[in-house]
């Protein structure tokens, strides 16, 4: 089922997207992706390190080994709680980290009162997308045997790249034999490496985050594939079978590129039967849901979040204070 979100035109969605045209749609456009200035990419995580925690919740920090974590649960909450969700965050597998993706963290696991594991996976240029892949299949396992239920109790979430990973997870995991996830939610999810139908569609130029042009070089070089040839169609989601799937919920913004995978994903898991929902929402950028609270769209977008794992793995949503905007309402819906 798809679902077209209206609104999203007020001075804020304005000023982020104004925001998000001059400084990072310029700064992912130019910034080098090989060489010193690409060493630079971390600060991007340090920029936000002193952000304060929610006090609702508190942290466990996990060392995977090859990967870092940060285990965010509700605070007063239970050891083993009923379920759990796999956070992988995004940053085109050469940035961001814990500290960026904190808040929208923070606010699932208060909206679903379920602890959330985030995951800091080996990225460029420390490594590939087999890194990536391993490290975050490593974190599912430990989750797994944390929660009641093992994997079926696991939701997957992960924002663009880290949407990418969300569903490589649940692909790995069966390919491995073990128990797939609940279900898995891709935000903005980066999910074909091919761009030729991306840089063909309209927006390309509409998009105030996502150079599309950028996205054929960084998909050649976190898959480890020589300069000017094609990524493999197998390293691509959409191309996998996805027959046996779990439910998947997928959000992503009207105007951004990555509309071009979600839209396709959706077909694909359509055709192989797969229970999923895609939410098109007006007037936001790029993994706008990431932002967590900072608008009424977020804040909504976060409760249908929520409210699809809640019903996935058919835990008991947390006693909540009504949010103070209404959510954005559907203008039109389509099987």
């Given amino acids: 089922m798809s679902e ?13 997207r104004l925001l998000s045209r001059i400084f990072v749609r310029t700064t992912l456009a130019w910034w080098p992706l090989r060489g010193p200035l690409a060493r630079l990419m971390p600060v991007v995580n340090l920029v ?21 974590g940060e285990l965010v649960r509700p605070r007063g909450t239970g050891a083993q709680a009923p379920g759990g969700l796999l956070y992988l965050h995004g940053g085109a597998f050469v940035f961001c980290g814990l500290a960026t993706h904190r808040r929208v963290v923070e606010r699932l696991a208060l909206r679903t009162g379920l602890p959330v594991l985030s995951v800091d996976y080996r990225q460029l ?10 490290d975050a299949l490593d974190a599912y396992r430990l989750l797994a045997g944390r929660v009641a239920g093992g994997g079926s109790s696991v939701v997957c979430v992960g924002d663009s790249a880290g949407g990418h990973l969300a569903f490589a997870v649940a692909l790995e995991a069966r390919r491995q034999g073990l128990a797939g996830p609940g279900g898995v939610v891709g935000l903005s999810p980066w999910l074909d490496f ?3 139908a991306k840089a063909a569609h309209p927006n390309a130029r509409k998009d105030v985050f996502i150079p599309a042009k950028r996205l054929d070089r960084v998909g050649r070089l976190c898959t480890g594939t020589a300069p000017g040839s094609p990524v493999d169609p197998r390293r691509s989601p959409v191309n ?6 779990p439910p998947v919920l997928i959000q992503c913004a009207e105007d951004e590129v990555l509309r071009v995978d979600a ?7 359509a055709d192989a039967g797969v229970p999923h929902t895609l939410q098109v929402w007006e007037g936001q950028v790029h993994a706008f849901t990431v932002l967590a609270h900072a608008l009424p769209e977020t804040r909504a977008a976060l409760n249908e979040v929520a409210a699809f794992v ?7 949503p947390p006693a909540l204070p009504a949010p103070r905007t209404a959510p954005g309402r559907a203008r039109h819906a389509r099987g």
């Fill in 4 to 16: 077209y979100r209206a609104g999203g035109r007020g001075p804020k969605a304005a000023f982020i």
């Fill in 194 to 196: 091919d761009s030729r």
């Fill in 48 to 68: 936000f390190r002193p952000l304060p925690r929610l006090r609702a919740t508190e942290l466990e920090r996990v060392d995977g080994g090859t990967w870092r």
């Fill in 240 to 245: 996998a079978d996805l027959a046996g799937f």
């Fill in 263 to 269: 839209e396709l994903m959706a077909e694909r898991l």
């Fill in 125 to 134: 240029p420390h490594g590939l997308l087999d890194d990536s892949i391993a």
């Fill in 310 to 316: 809640t019903r996935t793995l058919g835990t008991a």
